[in-house]
Nanobody, 118 residues
Framework: QVQLVESGGGLVQTGGSLRLSCAAP????????MSWYRQAQGKQRELVAS???????NYKDSVEGRFTISRDNAKNTVYLQMNNLKPEDTGAYYC????????????WGQGTQVTVSS
């Protein structure tokens, strides 16, 4: 069982920045894609950003231009740089990974809380 570990969450004011990290216990090259999801209180979990093994990226419309997902294969880590944060970005952020292109996200982290104050 692969356990992903997120870090970097915290409390920040509107307009501030945070960088989330997701560390894997082994090589992330074995994953076809890794993503960041978030879940606000009382709402469903939603996809925020994803990156493939070929570094193709995809973003939720509301974070496009403010968030950047990246990966460091040597460190087995995926990052989410979040700039110009808004109160609606508040939530628990989860890292996820899937081994196969057409499969589901199989591996998840425990989550890290991001709170943006107005």
């Amino acid at each position: 069982q692969v356990q992903l570990v997120e870090s970097g969450g915290g409390l920040v004011q509107t307009g501030g920045s945070l960088r989330l990290s997701c560390a894997a216990p082994g090589s992330i090259l074995s994953f076809s894609a890794m993503s960041w999801y978030r879940q606000a209180q009382g709402k469903q979990r939603e996809l925020v950003a994803s990156i493939t093994s070929r570094r193709n990226t995809n973003y939720k419309d509301s974070v496009e231009g403010r968030f950047t997902i990246s990966r460091d294969n040597a460190k087995n880590t995926v990052y989410l740089q979040m700039n110009n944060l808004k109160p609606e970005d508040t939530g628990a952020y989860y890292c996820a990974a899937k081994p196969h292109v057409w499969g589901a996200y199989t591996y998840w982290g425990q989550g890290t809380q991001v709170t943006v104050s107005s």
